[in-house]
T-cell receptor
Framework: DTGVSQDPRHKITKRGQNVTFRCDPI?????LYWYRQTLGQGPEFLTY????????KSRLLSDRFSAERPKGSFSTLEIQRTEQGDSAMYLC??????????????FGQGTRLTVV | DAKTTQPNSMESNEEEPVHLPCNHS???????IHWYRQLPSQGPEYVIH???SNVNNRMASLAIAEDRKSSTLILHRATLRDAAVYYC?????????FGAGTTVTVRA
């Protein structure tokens, strides 16, 4: 399978715990995105990487959230001191180099986080 | 990003065409029109995109109005597998901003 891979698919954690999600983009894609989606809503943009550089972070990404993309390959999204409001689907997407608006984004199947 | 307006839901019968409208009256000259769909419990999936001309691919057709203030995604023969939320997105940079989309139901 050469698509975008996310791990884990599901995560249940207790409030206050830290969690980390991993995204493996399509290998030749230099652009990587994280989104969050709650029930009944469209995905909301969280952050964007071009290679290893994090070029934009949404205001939705509080200080408890951090994302990295070392060496411009896989990416991790960490949430510290989780809160019940963090319960959502976390989606990763990647896109090839080139004119962004003229290329398609490939999404992973997401990591569903439940904070209890 | 410029806004899009889509109906909340649409129903279709299997094997019939589906026309999904999208209004984007504030579109700028550099905005591309993208469509994605999201099946239940899946990440979004690219459907089609265009700038000014109508576009066709194996999944769908995109008809863009001459003034570009609206567009229509056409699924030529709906199948049960086409039941999903369809998102119409305008983008002129690296970001895709999703709205609530149109929930398409296909009746057997």
């Amino acid at each position: 399978d050469t698509g975008v891979s996310q791990d884990p698919r599901h995560k249940i954690t207790k409030r206050g715990q830290n969690v980390t999600f991993r995204c493996d983009p399509i290998s030749e894609h230099n652009r990587l995105y994280w989104y969050r989606q709650t029930l009944g809503q469209g995905p909301e943009f969280l952050t964007y990487f071009q290679n290893e550089a994090q070029l934009e972070k949404s205001r939705l990404l509080s200080d408890r959230f951090s994302a990295e993309r070392p060496k411009g390959s896989f990416s991790t999204l960490e949430i510290q001191r989780t809160e019940q409001g963090d319960s959502a689907m976390y989606l990763c997407a990647s896109r090839p180099a080139g004119l962004s608006m003229n290329t398609e984004a490939f999404f992973g199947q997401g990591t569903r986080l439940t904070v209890v | 990003d410029a806004k899009t307006t889509q109906p909340n839901s649409m129903e279709s019968n299997e094997e019939e065409p589906v026309h999904l409208p999208c209004n984007h009256s504030t579109i700028s000259g550099t905005d591309y029109i993208h469509w994605y769909r999201q099946l239940p419990s899946q990440g979004p999936e690219y459907v089609i995109h265009g700038l000014t001309s109508n576009v066709n691919n194996r999944m769908a057709s995109l008809a863009i109005a001459e003034d570009r203030k609206s567009s229509t995604l056409i699924l030529h023969r709906a199948t049960l597998r086409d039941a999903a939320v369809y998102y119409c997105i305008l983008t002129n940079d690296y970001k895709l901003s999703f709205g609530a989309g149109t929930t398409v139901t296909v009746r057997a």
